[in-house]
């Protein structure tokens, strides 16, 4: 499997493992250090997956054509 093929549910789904040890570093320390990392957690995934979905409609703008 190349990396280029990962879609991005595929990617987000991989990236909410992430939650697990985060859960257990709030249950572990402070109740309130866990939520906070769990919502940091939560809007570096959202971030990735619009940065990552694909452009609908890409006409072809990059960096080979002349305008």
Do not use: K
């Not at 939650?19 to 906070?36: E, I, K, T």
């Not at 990392?37 to 452009?55: D, E, G, H, R």
């Amino acid at each position: 499997m190349v990396l280029e093929d990962l879609s991005p549910r595929a990617a987000l789904v991989v990236g909410l493992l992430a939650l697990l040890p985060v859960s257990w570093y709030g249950l572990g320390s402070s109740l309130s250090a866990g939520v906070v990392s769990a919502v940091n957690v939560l809007i570096i995934l959202a971030c990735l997956y619009v940065a990552f979905t694909p452009i609908p409609g890409n006409h072809g703008h990059g960096s080979n054509e002349t305008s």
